[in-house]
């Protein structure tokens, strides 16, 4: 199986600031790679898929990068809502495989 | 609007059997490959199953593989779980997703005697 490792598992950051988690792949997904945001207690909501694009009805302040092995998700400006888990997702090869999360915290 | 409704959760006994459904609407359900990811409370995300449109190829986790088995009715837009030899580390949050788009709230399953 594909490993998704996921960088930091934990990040606080203040509203406003420039945030950047990465997603690393054990092997090369070619850009078939979605980030995730999950709420306690909620379903997961896609923010990004083929590791680039914006989800309709996503905020652009979310964008997303790279390709091969190695994916950045980037939020511009940290708004309150904001603050949530995140995770990466590869679906080059099944099983699909997550990240193992990134919290994000209010500092 | 894409509704996915998970019913069917519950407690059960080690070694016994669940059957999970997924309630769709807002969308033609007979186009799209389905899946179910659990999720341990408090922990992450883990692809489980999916099913292609017409229900003829499915592929598990080799954690359930053999214990678990994926289908959908097609004519009531319903997409099913039938969990068999559960265990408890098959205790978990499951969510019914729409190609790994659109996700349902999830039906809690809690393996414990």
């Known amino acids: 199986d594909i490993q998704m490792t996921q960088s930091p598992s934990s990040l606080s950051a203040s509203v406003g600031d420039r945030v950047t988690i990465t997603c690393r792949a054990s092997q090369d997904i070619k850009d078939y790679l979605g980030w995730y945001q999950q709420k306690p207690g909620k379903a997961p909501k896609r923010l990004i898929y083929a590791a680039s694009n914006l989800q309709s009805g996503v905020p652009p302040r979310f964008s997303g990068s790279g390709s091969g092995s190695e994916f950045t998700l980037t939020i511009s400006s940290l708004q309150p809502e904001d603050f949530a888990t995140y995770y990466c997702?590869?679906?080059?090869?099944?099983?699909?495989?997550f990240g193992q999360g990134t919290k994000l915290e209010i500092k | 609007e894409v509704q996915l409704v998970e019913s069917g959760g519950g407690i059960v006994q080690p070694g016994g059997s669940l059957r999970l459904s997924c309630a769709a609407s807002?969308?033609?359900?007979?186009?799209?490959?389905m899946h179910w990811v659990r999720q341990v409370p408090g922990k992450g995300l883990v692809w489980v199953s999916r099913i292609n449109s017409d229900g003829t190829t499915a592929d598990y986790a080799g954690s359930v593989q053999g214990r678990f088995t994926i289908s959908r009715d097609n004519a009531k837009n319903t997409l099913h779980l039938q969990m068999s030899s559960l265990r408890a580390e098959d205790t978990a949050v499951y969510f019914c997703?729409?190609?790994?788009?659109?996700w349902g709230q999830g039906t809690l399953v809690t393996v414990s005697s």
């Open positions: 997703t729409r190609d790994l788009v659109a």
């Open positions: 997702l590869q679906h080059n090869t099944y099983p699909v495989t």
């Open positions: 807002g969308f033609t359900f007979s186009r799209d490959w």
